[in-house]
């Protein structure tokens, strides 16, 4: 068994993943690389061809009819033979050193048979023209190098949380969780880390620098018009996320408190998203997201529209309320680093 599949979704990426297919190739014989080409109208397909060709054993290429990025990594899942299970996204890369850190600690768990179900590690914002960059650790938050459970994590800040560049699933836990991201569809890397949450038993974190997500390509989905634009499918996966648990009934308390804290983070972004269209049909729309999980669930409502000050900020009323909230967005933005 390989120790790690990496799933690389591809749609009309021939300008940037060789550099992503070659930061990959390191791991050798120990890592399966799955490259989908989801449907990709460009030199992509035959590029990931030329690599199956060259690298038999460590490359696989599934081609498949356009999905969007989540059907691209179900397909991966679903391909995957490997003991564990990563994302990478073809326009980012990873570190030479921190991938082989990974990789031995993998096979170190192997040999002593303690096979966690989520791995950790640090990514790095590789923002275009910004010359130092911003690098998210969680060596505060949770113990180093050492199998821990929900009940071992500490305090995590705004920009701390667990993102798809930062995990890594046991391969057989994230099926047997059920996951399966929506068709056509962006912004699914939330339900991906989201969902799997209550089957996940036990941790490690390894604090290395392993995952650069590049940003800076105009049509990148986390483009902040781009994501107005799309502000359809940012609600989709909202929703997904606010309907997929009856977060009350979670019975570890930090696991619940995590959860919840992150469905917050993602309803605020929605909230901040329809606030800056400037438009009254998406101020109407701010309006029903929030009377929707009032609807499903007053315990959750109470809890992101009263006990948090995000969520306080993103419902002041009137259009001074309505600055405010972009001005507290915006700092955020700074500080953290993202779009």
């Known amino acids: 068994m390989k120790l790690l599949s990496i799933a690389v979704p591809c749609y009309n990426s021939e300008a940037y993943m060789k550099n992503c297919i070659n930061s990959l190739l390191p791991g050798e014989d120990e890592v399966e690389i799955i490259i989908v080409d989801d449907g990709s ?3 992509t397909a035959s ?21 969007g ?21 073809s326009d980012d890369w990873v570190d030479h050193e921190s991938y082989k850190k990974i990789l031995s600690e993998i096979e170190r768990m192997v040999n002593e048979k303690s096979i966690v179900d989520m791995i950790i590690s640090n990514y790095v914002y590789e923002k275009q023209g910004v010359k130092h960059k911003k690098v998210i650790k969680y060596s505060n938050a ?11 994590i500490k305090h995590l800040k705004k920009d701390q949380y667990i993102l798809m560049h930062s995990v890594m699933y046991r391969t057989k ?15 699914v890397d939330n339900i991906f880390v989201y969902n799997p949450l209550p ?23 986390v483009n902040e018009e781009i994501m107005i634009k799309r502000i359809d499918q940012q609600l989709k996966v909202n929703q997904i996320m606010i309907n997929s648990y009856d977060l009350k009934t979670i019975k570890d308390k930090k696991l619940r408190k995590y959860m919840l804290s992150y469905l ?25 997201l929030w009377k929707s999980i009032k609807q499903k669930d007053l315990w959750l409502y109470k809890r992101m529209r009263y006990f ?22 915006k700092l955020a933005q700074k500080f953290i680093g993202f779009n």
């Open 41 to 43: 109208k460009d030199n």
């Open 47 to 67: 590029i990931a061809d030329e690599y199956e060709k060259k690298y038999p054993g460590i490359i696989k290429v599934v081609h498949q009819k356009n999905g």
């Open 69 to 89: 990025h989540g059907e691209a990594v179900n397909t991966g899942l679903k391909n995957a033979t490997g003991l564990f299970f990563k994302v990478v996204d």
């Open 142 to 152: 949770f113990p180093t190098e050492e199998i821990f459970s929900w009940d071992k």
């Open 173 to 187: 836990m994230l099926r047997d969780s059920g996951l399966k991201l929506p068709k056509h569809t962006f912004y």
């Open 199 to 221: 089957f996940v038993k036990s941790m490690y974190y390894i604090d290395v620098n392993f995952y650069r997500y590049y940003i800076g390509r105009e049509d990148q989905s």
């Open 264 to 288: 917050e983070i993602i309803t605020v972004i929605s909230s901040i998203l329809l606030i800056k269209s400037g438009t009254d049909e998406n101020l109407k729309r701010k309006k029903e």
């Open 308 to 329: 948090s000050l995000l969520g306080r900020g993103v419902n002041m009323p009137g259009k001074g309320g309505r600055k405010i909230a972009i001005g507290v967005y």
